[in-house]
């Protein structure tokens, strides 16, 4: 009941998420049909009163309690930018009719601008946080916290799959790294030649029947080769790590959860395969069948984009050499061997 419960949450904080940007689009729409630029004023005033509206019902159904001041702020500069953005010509030209609306706009733009600059200062400077996540929380205050979060997604993927080719893997310090990159090697070395291969049927065909076609199959297709080649080489510069705080479970750019040492119950090598597929098992293992499990004395919650997914109390994954690493892990944990 409660799982249920948490999932038709989940499910309405995604819808609430996404209905805004459909109702901006469908807005952005209607100012451009002929009826709207016929009566750009009525046009201009209801766009900006539907798209101030949809971003503000989206965030006031988002948040749990009364939205910061600095959140309504962030949603009226960005309902400013968005018609100013989006609007055709016509409806432009007639928000330039109006000086004092677009005064108001611009103030209320400044205005988040400079408190997002005050709290982004303070952030810069704040001591005791990885270089990183200063600059991403930074910029935060600025744009969208998730929007921030993809495009430094985006830009590590790019950085690592065309200018990263060599150099040791990401390791703190105070971590020693698990590599699990060799079984995979082969299988991915497979995918990515069928993948070029794909690729070039594709250009060759559809070059003989569209040219616009074999455009955005070519823009399409060689992105996606692109991010291919970046999760390929994540798999070795991303290892699974044994750090002090505990065990962090990696899987290229597609699981990254820290598992703390004081959750951990017990580390086996041995495990059937319904516990293996259990919805409560997180397998990092990914095409390879798992050799080391650890189960855990309390359930942990996952780390997903999207989908809802039910906490974990395993985690499998496969490791190039899961003797050193049980081994390790067991003295850290005081533990003798299974």
């Not at 580390?267 to 293992?285: Q, S, Y």
């Not at 004395?297 to 985690?315: E, M």
């Amino acid at each position: 009941m409660t799982a249920q419960i948490g999932n038709d949450v989940d499910r309405r904080q995604i819808a609430w998420k996404i209905l805004p940007f459909a109702i901006v689009a469908l807005a952005g729409v209607a100012v451009r049909t002929p009826f709207a630029t016929s009566h750009p004023l009525v046009a201009l005033l209801l766009f900006l009163w539907i798209v101030a509206d949809a971003l503000m019902l989206s965030l006031i159904a988002r948040s749990s309690g009364k939205p910061t001041s600095k959140a309504v702020l962030a949603v009226l500069a960005g309902a400013s930018l968005t018609v100013w953005l989006v609007s055709p010509p016509p409806i432009r030209e007639a928000l330039l009719d109006m000086p004092i609306l677009i005064l108001a706009m611009a103030v209320v733009v400044l205005a988040h601008v400079i408190c997002a600059m005050a709290r982004a200062r303070r952030i810069v400077n704040r001591e005791g946080i990885a270089c990183k996540e200063r600059w991403v929380s930074a910029a935060s205050q600025f744009l969208p916290p998730a929007l921030v979060r993809l495009a430094v997604a985006e830009i590590t993927v790019l950085q690592m799959a065309l200018f990263r080719w060599g150099g040791p893997a990401d390791v703190p310090r105070d971590a020693r790294a698990f590599g699990y990159h060799k079984h995979l090697t082969p299988m991915c070395v497979t995918l990515l030649i069928l993948s070029a291969i794909e690729v070039a049927v594709y250009h060759l065909l559809l070059g003989h029947w569209s040219r616009t076609a074999t455009i955005v199959m070519f823009i399409l297709s060689d992105v996606g080769f692109v991010y291919l080649v970046g999760l390929i080489k994540s798999f070795r510069f991303r290892p699974v790590l044994l750090t002090p705080e505990g065990v962090r479970v990696r899987a290229g750019f597609l699981i990254d959860q820290l598992v703390p040492l004081d959750a951990i119950a017990a580390i086996e090598g041995t495990f059937t395969g319904d516990e293996v597929r259990d919805k409560t098992t997180l397998n990092a293992a990914l095409l390879a069948w798992p050799n080391v499990m650890l189960r855990l004395n309390r359930s942990l919650p996952r780390r997903t984009f999207l989908k809802k997914r039910p906490p974990f109390v395993r985690v499998a994954f496969r490791l190039d050499d899961p003797e050193q690493f049980i081994r390790l892990l067991e003295c850290r944990l005081g533990l003798r061997a299974r």
